[in-house]
């Protein structure tokens, strides 16, 4: 019986060995794209005061290429440009331009997709997350709406860490 079971497991295991290992999803939608909309949130200031920031204006471009193998094809580079005059910002930040900012990240199988970006200047940093689920909502194949949750943080040489958390929802605005 030991040698039937142990036969039994040998073959199962040659089985699964030759066949390998299963293809990946197809990617569920592309990217690629235009998008504008809001964020929203509330500030984290360094004084540990908070502002509710009503729904600001943010524009996002993405760029992927489906046709690459897996996992290149769940690759997702693009730009978020961000507008801050919904904010009224620490006396000790100037008024900040609407910042264009680089970002890259993955699309999941189940359309959960995650961005992300740190730059720095001499004196400055941004850090910004975008982390949420896009939708193809006519079935095109390409993302129409995404949405989630939101962050960002300004970091100024000698001051305390400044940011904004809260969410997001942006449409397509290219037809394709």
């Given amino acids: 019986m030991y040698r039937t079971i142990s036969a039994a497991v040998c073959l199962l295991a ?6 390998g290992c299963p293809p990946p ?19 984290n200031e360094p004084e540990g005061e908070q502002q509710e920031v ?10 992927q290429d489906i046709t690459k193998p897996f996992p290149q094809d769940r690759s997702v580079k693009g730009t978020v440009e961000i507008n801050y005059e ?7 930040i100037e008024e900040l331009p609407n910042n264009t900012i680089q970002v890259s990240g993955i699309l999941g199988d189940e359309g959960g997709l995650a961005l992300f970006s740190g730059g720095c200047t001499t004196a400055l940093c941004l850090v910004v997350t975008l982390a949420g689920a896009g939708e193809d909502l006519d ?37 394709r």
């Fill in 86 to 92: 919904c904010i009224e910002l620490p006396e000790w």
């Fill in 139 to 175: 079935a095109d194949g390409f993302m129409d709406s995404y949405s989630g949750d939101w962050s960002f943080i300004i970091l100024l040489a000698g001051v305390q860490p400044f940011g904004v958390a809260g969410t997001f929802e942006v449409n397509a605005v290219d037809a």
């Fill in 25 to 43: 999803p197809p990617v569920l939608f592309d990217t690629t794209g235009a998008y504008a909309g809001t964020w929203q949130g509330n500030t």
């Fill in 14 to 19: 040659a089985s699964v060995l030759a066949a």
């Fill in 54 to 63: 009503p729904a600001c204006p943010l524009t996002i471009t993405l760029e």
